[in-house]
């Protein structure tokens, strides 16, 4: 019997499968405090204008111009406004308000003298410089006008947009919830940290990758490290946490062993089993189980972690609304001769340093084992598909790893 092998599937394409399949996240109105780095669902719209009324720049006295036109004079301080008085007297002609940065400017006063350019007085205030209209005055609206769109549907919340819808007075703000996934690990090898290792045995460490990589995209990860190599053992494991999960995410158990728990355990039931065009990471497996998304990695740490960058990272930034799913990127010439399987983009780690002439040394060789090389590199290096060898200077990408 000839067994012709099954085409290999592109990169692209792949990474178009595992994003459909995670999909995009509802819509929530979610707690402000817990909106951090997450996606404005629809724009914002200012409720109330900022400032929401006119206040002083500065700790001084609020006057009127007029009143202090000529230099020093003494003036009467009718009231004092510390930040939140909310029942301000107006001011009248020929007195001073001992008012605070932030608080509201009386109505009658167009302008703050700063306490510096006075004595500091508290019953009577000698104004020893004269100022326009205006001087330390805050307008109310001059930053946001009522009604503006201040941040854009798209927009990813840091502090300073997280800053703006809260002095907006938003509670909650419309954002795609947080992915969550279950990772997990099978193999008999593994044991966990504090546990002797045994002749044939390792720590797990796949797992708390992955995880440390859901985490870092910004979803929600659950880990079970230890999942038996049974098939069903790995069921009942998997079972309970079915409904609560968008993404199943395992690694390990999938190539062509006689002990393939994972692909055991999902071939038959909504999972495809197939060959990457890409190395590390060739052995993947994608599909539906019970209605859940799952993606499969190979068990490789390397492979793993590549694995995971080309096509789960994207999928789950996806699937919160954020428009740019890629790791930044850049050209840099490779600093020793590279070789790469014909037909296969290979994902060489890396070592980049910008300011050193845009230049990428390769750290490790391409062995899938290599943990120490990955936790050392700070980008992959892309080779691609029908590029079989690169000399030393050739210019090459590299996607950053932070
Ligand atoms: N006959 C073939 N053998 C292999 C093929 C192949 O095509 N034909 N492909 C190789 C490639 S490429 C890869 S990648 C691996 C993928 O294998 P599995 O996904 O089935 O992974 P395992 O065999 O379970 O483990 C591989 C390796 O990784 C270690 N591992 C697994 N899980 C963890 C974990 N949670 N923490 C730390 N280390 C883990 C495991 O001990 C193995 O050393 O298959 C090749 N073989
Ligand atoms: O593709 Mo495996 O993922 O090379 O080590």
């Known amino acids: 019997m000839v067994v012709v092998p099954k085409p290999l599937t592109s990169v692209a394409e792949h990474q178009a ?14 707690p402000i405090a817990e909106c951090l780095g997450l996606v404005l669902a629809e724009d914002l719209v200012a409720p109330i204008p900022l400032p929401p009324f006119d206040n002083s720049a500065m700790d001084g006295y609020a006057v009127r111009a007029a009143d202090v036109v000529a230099v020093p004079v003494v003036l009467p301080v009718a009231q004092d406004i510390p930040a939140g008085k909310t029942d301000v007297a107006p001011l009248e002609a020929g007195t001073a308000h001992r008012i605070m940065t932030g608080a509201p400017l009386p109505a009658g006063s167009d302008a703050v003298v700063q306490v510096e350019h006075t004595d500091g007085g508290t019953d009577l205030v000698e104004l020893r410089f004269s100022v326009p209209a205006g001087t330390n005055v805050r307008r109310a609206a001059d930053d946001v006008a009522l009604g503006a769109t201040v941040l854009r549907a798209g927009r990813v919340l840091g502090p300073a947009q997280l800053a703006l ?9 419309p954002v795609r919830r947080r992915p969550r996934v279950l990772v997990l690990s099978t193999g008999s090898e593994l044991v966990g940290p504090g546990e002797p290792l045994l002749p044939g045995q390792i720590y797990e460490s796949n797992g708390l990758m992955l995880a440390a990589g859901v985490r870092e995209a910004g979803g929600e990860a659950e880990l079970l490290r230890f999942v038996p190599d049974d098939v069903e ?5 998997i079972e309970p946490h079915l409904a609560d999960v968008d993404l199943v995410l395992t690694s390990g158990g999938v190539s062509a062993g006689a002990y393939e728990v994972v692909k055991d355990a999902f ?6 089993f197939l060959k990457v065009a890409m190395q590390p990471g060739g052995p993947q497996g994608a599909g539906r189980y019970q209605g859940v998304a799952v993606a499969t990695l190979p068990g490789n740490p390397v ?12 999928a789950l930034l996806a699937s919160m609304g954020f428009a740019v799913v890629e790791r930044r990127s850049a050209r840099a010439r490779i600093s020793t001769s590279i070789t790469s399987p014909a037909g296969r983009t290979q994902f060489r780690r ?6 050193s002439g845009e230049v990428v040394t390769p750290v490790g060789g391409p062995g899938s084992h290599l943990l120490s090389a990955l936790a050392i590199a700070n980008c992959l290096i892309e ?5 079989t060898e690169l000399a030393a200077g050739d210019l090459v990408t590299i996607r950053y790893l932070d």
């Open 233 to 237: 053992a790995f069921h009942a494991a």
């Open 383 to 387: 080779v691609p598909e029908a590029t």
């Open 350 to 355: 890396g070592a980049y340093d910008a300011e």
């Open 17 to 30: 499968t595992v994003s459909g399949l995670v999909g995009l996240m509802p819509v929530r109105a979610t």
């Open 267 to 272: 071939t038959g039931r909504g999972v495809e």
């Open 303 to 314: 492979s793993a972690q590549v694995s995971f960058e080309v096509f789960v990272r994207p």
């Open 165 to 173: 819808a809260g002095a907006l007075g938003f509670g909650e703000l």
